[in-house]
């Protein structure tokens, strides 16, 4: 082999790591945040990657995600998201309405993918749900706007119930506009209303030991990452303390608890991955309509209606999507 030819083949192989490391560098990085902890979440995150596969992203093969979760402190959130910007990511993907208002706060340029269960115009996230405007655009879960509907559910369940009681976390943004829904909604159909609030596991205990001495009596629990994380303690305690409970996902019937409005949140999930692999081909977050579920699933527990000494409304029996037993 001549040396000239030697030389080229030898500066092509020194050349080629760094070809590699440099086509490594350009693989998008998400950057994940969400109020909550990895270890309930795991099923809602497998969603969320299976909606960035159908869009040909795949994690660890040609796209990156960094985790931050904030472990039920809200307070976190705003740290997590400065340093997910100060990581530089391709896109943010907030994932509840905890997150998305710190997000926003971190950065006006960079794209971010939501989750909420506010309406996303009143909660200034975005200028109209079909021109978003701005670099927020994603899934709102309409989990506030259909408050009064779990109120009327739960009236048509329990008519003979004097006081209706709205659960609220203080901490979540979105608590006073579920708490305003909730409370029209009470009043409209003629009940007293008592509030509840909760941010922590002993505090949702205490919530409940509160409505030991108010019966007959429903309890509404409003959107909330934290009450959807602990679907399985808010149905036991339901059942111990004989409250029948409407909340806004499946999960709470399936541990238990009476009944559910609202929509899939495993689907919720996987559209916000489809938006944010949308994204990363170069779609503008601020022409890409919010998107809102078409679909609401009614889950009733019959054996726990069966418990509480309640007949299912034939009105209800003919919406429900699935009956647990």
């Given at each position: 082999?001549?040396?000239?030819?030697?030389?080229?083949?030898?500066?092509?192989?020194?050349?080629?790591?760094?070809?590699?490391r440099?086509q490594?560098?350009?693989?998008p990085v998400i950057?994940?945040?969400?109020?909550?902890?990895?270890?309930?979440?795991?099923?809602?995150?497998?969603?969320?990657?299976?909606?960035?596969?159908?869009?040909?992203?795949?994690?660890?093969?040609n796209?990156?995600i960094?985790y931050r979760?904030a472990?039920?402190e809200?307070?976190?959130?705003p740290?997590?998201?400065?340093?997910?910007?100060?990581?530089?990511?391709?896109?943010?993907?907030?994932?509840?309405?905890?997150?998305?208002?710190p997000?926003?706060a971190?950065t006006?340029?960079?794209?971010i993918?939501?989750?909420t269960?506010?309406?996303?115009?009143e909660?200034?996230?975005?200028?109209s749900l079909?021109?978003p405007?701005?670099?927020?655009?994603g899934?709102g879960?309409m989990?506030?706007?259909?408050?009064?509907?779990?109120v009327?559910?739960?009236?048509?369940f329990?008519?003979?119930a004097?006081?209706?009681?709205?659960l609220?976390?203080?901490?979540?943004?979105?608590a006073?506009a579920?708490a305003?829904?909730?409370?029209?909604?009470i009043r409209?159909?003629?009940?007293q209303?008592?509030?509840?609030?909760?941010s922590?596991e002993?505090?949702i205990e205490?919530?409940?030991?509160q409505?030991?001495n108010?019966k007959?009596?429903g309890?509404?629990?409003a959107t909330?990452?934290?009450f959807?994380?602990?679907?399985?303690?808010?149905?036991?305690l339901?059942?111990?303390?004989?409250?029948p409970?409407?909340?806004t996902v499946?999960?709470f019937?399936?541990?238990?608890?009476?009944i559910?409005?609202?929509?899939n949140?495993?689907?919720q999930?996987?559209q916000v991955?489809?938006?944010?692999g949308?994204?990363?081909?170069?779609?503008k977050?601020?022409e890409?309509?919010v998107?809102q579920?078409?679909?609401f699933?009614l889950?009733?527990n019959?054996?726990?209606?069966?418990?509480?000494?309640?007949?299912?409304?034939h009105?209800?029996l003919?919406?429900?999507?699935e009956v647990?037993?």
């Open positions: 082999m001549r040396r000239r030819d030697f030389l080229t083949l030898l500066g092509s192989a020194a050349a080629w790591p760094l070809a590699a440099a490594q560098a350009k693989v950057g994940f945040l969400n109020s909550e902890s990895a270890a309930e979440y795991e099923y809602l995150v497998a969603a969320f990657r299976q909606g960035l596969s159908k869009i040909g992203y795949v994690e660890g093969r796209v990156a960094e979760w472990e039920g809200y307070g976190r959130l740290a997590l998201a400065t340093e997910l910007v100060r990581r530089q990511v391709n896109l943010i993907a907030a994932l509840g309405a905890p997150a998305t208002l997000a926003k971190a006006a340029t960079i794209p993918a939501f989750l269960g506010d309406d996303a115009v909660a200034s996230l975005v200028q079909n021109r405007g701005g670099n927020m655009t899934v879960m989990g506030v706007p259909l408050t009064p509907k779990r009327e559910m739960l009236h048509e329990i008519p003979q004097e006081t209706l009681a709205v609220l976390n203080p901490d979540n943004p979105s006073a579920s305003k829904e909730a409370s029209d909604a409209r159909v003629g009940r209303l008592r509030t509840l609030t909760a922590s002993s505090e205490r919530a409940f030991e409505l030991a108010v007959p009596v309890l509404v629990i909330d990452a934290f959807i994380r602990h679907s399985g303690k808010l149905a036991a339901a059942a111990r303390h004989a409250v409970t409407i909340h499946r999960e019937p399936a541990a238990g608890g009476l559910s409005y609202g929509p949140l495993a689907e999930w996987y991955g489809v938006v944010a949308r994204i990363l081909q170069g779609a977050p601020s890409l309509p998107l579920p078409t679909r699933e889950v009733i019959f054996s726990t209606a069966a418990m509480l000494g309640l007949a299912v409304p009105a209800l003919a919406l429900v999507d647990v037993e």
